[in-house]
């Protein structure tokens, strides 16, 4: 046997190892990917399955970095979040960039529209549009928190540590996200009754 074959083994066998407990964590954690890169996009279920596959594969193409200095599933989370937001911030952009040109850009193709996008003027008075109007009056990072800690179960400091931020910080998000939702939905809440 050869030098080169002897130091090959353990690296193939952890990268073994490694594909292994990467496809657990897609088999266990799928549906919830989709379901946090919807509600952290605003967006329908298909970007939100997009924003989901493009996290699994940065995570699969990143995977020789991962060091187990933390559970996979966290490091997976914190790259569907940062995902997730730079969906948002572009959409924002294409926004702006279509107002401004009155179209989605010079050379850029046109995206269709959300299946499912609401109108936060529109006279509907259903309770998913408010309340995903007001989701949308959210920060980033306030959106982030909140989805993280009331939607998905997570801790404030599991959300912190998803979101790359500090406790306090995270903290800060849901206590302002909290109180602009609060804001937003009270009305709903007083035509319903007690």
Same mark, same amino acid.
């Given at each position: ?11 193939? *066998?952890l *990268? ?8 657990e ?11 946090? %890169?919807?509600r ?5 279920? *298909?970007?939100?399955?997009?924003? %989901? ?22 490091w ?25 040109w ?7 193709v046109?995206?269709l ?5 609401v109108s936060c ?7 998913r549009d ?7 009056l959210?920060s980033?990072?306030?959106r982030?928190i909140?989805t ?9 400091t ?5 979101? %790359?931020?500090a ?15 609060? %804001? ?11």
């Amino acid at each position: 046997m050869t030098a080169l074959s002897t130091t090959a083994a353990p690296e193939l *066998a952890l *990268a073994t190892s490694r594909d292994h407990r990467f496809a657990e964590l897609v088999d266990k954690h799928r549906d919830q990917a989709v379901r946090i %890169a919807w509600r952290l996009t605003g967006e329908d279920r *298909a970007t939100a399955e997009e924003v %989901a596959q493009d996290a699994f594969l940065r995570a699969y193409t990143g995977l020789h970095r991962f060091r187990d200095e933390a559970e996979l599933s966290t490091w997976f989370f914190r790259i569907l979040v940062r995902q997730a937001s730079n969906r948002r911030r572009w959409r924002g952009l294409r926004r702006r960039w279509g107002d401004l040109w009155g179209s989605s850009g010079p050379g850029e193709v046109e995206e269709l529209e959300r299946v499912a996008d609401v109108s936060c003027d529109s006279a509907d008075p259903a309770l998913r549009d408010r309340i995903a109007c007001a989701m949308d009056l959210l920060s980033p990072g306030q959106r982030a928190i909140f989805t993280l800690v009331y939607l998905e179960g997570f801790t404030v400091t599991e959300a912190a540590t998803l979101s %790359a931020i500090a406790p306090g910080t995270a903290k800060s998000h849901l206590h302002r996200a909290l109180k602009t939702l609060r %804001a937003e939905l009270e009305p709903q809440r007083q035509e319903l009754g007690p």
